[in-house]
């Protein structure tokens, strides 16, 4: 059994905790690899969307909400049907 953590010196915690990012990572990436292209497809392209409108609504030197298009809302809105299609995302049969 190892050592516990309370126990552990600052750089055998930071080794353990890189230990532990690194599992995370390698968790999720075999989790994203489990999915369809499609679906995986579906959730970049909603990040993408969604990264847009924030950084351009939030941040006032990208030009503030005011700045959002409604071309920008309309291909967040699209993204957002196509992954709400790949997972079945139906709130109200699942609810």
């Not at 080794?15 to 369809?36: G, H, I, P, S, V």
């Not at 995986?40 to 939030?58: F, G, M, N, P, Q």
């Not at 006032?60 to 920008?72: C, H, K, L």
Request: negative net charge; proline residues 1%; charged residues 30%.
């Amino acid at each position: 059994m190892g050592k516990k953590l309370e126990n552990m010196t600052q750089d055998e915690r930071m080794a353990y905790w890189a230990a532990q990012r690194e599992k995370d990572r390698a968790d999720r990436w075999k989790r994203m690899n489990q999915l369809t292209h499609a679906q995986r497809s579906s959730i970049l392209e909603l990040h993408k969307c969604l990264d847009e409108v924030l950084d351009t609504a939030l941040y006032p030197d990208m030009g503030g909400i005011r700045a959002v298009t409604a071309y920008s809302l309309q291909e967040l809105s699209d993204a957002k049907d196509v992954l709400h299609h790949q997972f079945n995302l139906d709130v109200r049969e699942n609810g």
